[in-house]
Every structure is written in structure tokens, then in C-alpha cells.
């Protein structure tokens, strides 16, 4: 319920002109920061949000006293340390929300079925559930890899402009987990052209020999998120993938909507 407060002989309604509004504003800011890679100038967060600079000082100054933003050495402002404990929690969150839309895929393909957020450089499993056969695949929750070796890794690249993935490839570098990964970055470009014109990703044998994965995005996920099966390569062949392929995206969408629906409950 809106509570209306008069000011002065005006009557404005708390929902924009008290704490809700700063809320709002104070969660775009973070956004914004996280967006232009952890690191901005308030005069950069005052042009991209079109908010004045004494209200910009104002929200981030306030963010800097809570521990959610901290000042550099050189004036600008990041993200501060007390988000990696939402950022952590919200993680596992996400993964719980997510397991029964795993286990769904594994019943309907037989193989181990994964969910993997891209944070910073890395993609970090934050979900798994395993195959019934004897013979699996197994990737402990909270495993961080480099994504240009993975499936996963390489769906959630692909949700990226080619510069950005340019330049985390040169900050991480392309180190070989076997002879198959790709380690050439305009190879790998052309690889995530391929991931966006078919739809998905293969690991075939890049992270680990005798092992293939597929994965495909999740389509407006609040954080970058792919899911994926993961299989030995004898049973995730190319007839496999055709059946396997449409079932990760039907999952894929199913898990976009119940997200969509626990933003929109809360």
C-alpha cells in the first residue's frame, strides 16, 4: 500500500519520492557497475543513468558506508566485498531452484545434467544431478573452469559481444586441457559463431578425453546461466545430440519461466 506524505503542500506518494525510489536507484547503480566490469567514475554512472551527479554522490556514498561499494586508490568505485556473500547465497539459491529441472533432463536423456553461472572469468557450477548408469560423469558443485574448454563455458560466451570475449581471453589465457581445446582465440570465435547459428554448445573431448557435453543458455536468466549434459562420448554421439539437443531447450525455457515466476512472487 502507497503511503502519501505531504511536503511542503505537496502530496507525493512514498513509492517513488521515499526509500523505494533510492532502493530502486541504489540497485540500477550496482547494476551499472557490475556492467561496465566492477569498476566506474561516478561522472560515467551519472552519464549512463542520466541521474545527477549530487544524487549519484549521495547513493554511492551510502553504498560505500554499507560495505556494498568500495572506493579505489584512484577515486573510482567497485564493487564492494559484503556482495559476495548475497552473490554466494543467491548462487545456491539458484541452484537449488534449478535441480528439478535438472533431474527432468536427466530422466528424459539418461545423462549427468549440469547448471553453470558465468562469474567474472570463470563458469562455476552451481547445480548437478547425476546419471542413474554405472558409467557417469561428475563435476562437484562449485567447480570453477575456464570456458573456453567447456560447454557450458562456451554457451554462456556466446551470449557475449566478441570483443568482450576477446579481451577475458586474454586476461585468463586458452591453456589446453587436452589435445581437442581450442587454444587459438580467433578459432574460438569462429566456434561461438557456430554456437549461435545452431543453437548449442559441444565439449567434444576439450575439458576431458572421452567425454562430450551439450549445453544451451538460459534464456532471461537474472545472471548469465547455461545448463548442459555431460556423457561419455560413446553414448552422446551425433544421432544422441539430434534427440538431446530440443529437450535441453524445452528444460531451458521451463527453468527461465519458474525464475521469471519466483522474480515476479517476490
Known amino acids: 500500500m502507497a503511503v502519501t506524505i505531504v511536503t511542503g503542500g505537496a502530496q507525493v506518494s512514498s513509492d517513488r519520492?521515499?526509500?523505494?525510489?533510492?532502493?530502486?536507484?541504489?540497485?540500477?547503480?550496482?547494476e551499472r557497475m557490475a556492467d561496465a566490469g566492477g569498476e566506474v567514475g561516478l561522472s560515467e554512472?551519472?552519464?549512463?543513468?542520466?541521474l545527477p551527479l549530487p544524487t549519484i554522490h549521495r547513493l554511492v556514498r551510502t553504498l560505500v558506508a554499507a560495505g556494498y561499494v568500495r572506493q579505489q586508490p584512484n577515486r573510482r568505485y567497485a564493487l564492494g566485498p559484503?556482495?559476495?556473500r548475497l552473490g554466494e547465497s543467491a548462487s545456491r539459491l539458484l541452484g537449488t531452484w534449478a535441480r528439478p529441472y535438472l533431474a527432468e533432463l536427466v530422466e528424459a536423456t539418461g545423462e549427468t545434467a549440469n547448471m553453470a553461472l558465468l562469474d567474472g572469468d570463470e563458469a562455476v557450477y552451481v547445480a548437478q544431478v547425476p546419471s542413474r548408469h554405472s558409467m557417469r560423469m561428475f563435476t562437484e558443485?562449485?567447480?570453477r573452469v575456464l570456458p573456453h574448454s567447456t560447454g557450458v563455458g562456451k554457451a554462456l560466451l556466446a551470449l557475449l559481444p566478441p570483443q568482450e570475449v576477446r579481451a577475458l581471453?586474454?586476461?585468463t589465457g586458452m591453456p589446453a586441457a587436452t589435445e581437442r581445446t581450442i587454444t587459438d582465440p580467433d578459432r574460438f570465435l569462429a566456434e561461438l559463431d557456430r554456437v549461435r547459428e545452431l543453437g548449442y554448445a559441444m565439449d567434444d573431448n576439450e575439458q576431458e578425453i572421452g567425454v562430450r557435453c551439450l549445453a544451451v543458455p538460459v534464456p532471461d536468466s537474472p545472471t548469465a546461466?547455461?545448463?548442459?549434459i555431460s556423457g561419455p562420448a560413446g553414448r552422446v554421439t551425433e544421432a544422441a545430440t539430434d534427440k538431446i539437443v530440443p529437450i535441453l531447450h524445452t528444460v531451458a525455457h521451463n527453468l527461465s519461466r519458474a525464475l521469471a515466476g519466483a522474480g515476479a512472487q517476490a
Not at 554512472?45 to 542520466?50: I, N, R, T, V
Not at 546461466?225 to 548442459?228: E, Q, R
Open 17 to 30: 519520492a521515499g526509500g523505494v525510489q533510492s532502493l530502486e536507484r541504489a540497485f540500477d547503480l550496482l
Open 45 to 50: 554512472l551519472s552519464a549512463s543513468s542520466g
Open 82 to 84: 559484503r556482495l559476495i
Open 141 to 143: 558443485v562449485g567447480r
Open 169 to 171: 581471453l586474454l586476461r
Open 225 to 228: 546461466a547455461a545448463i548442459s
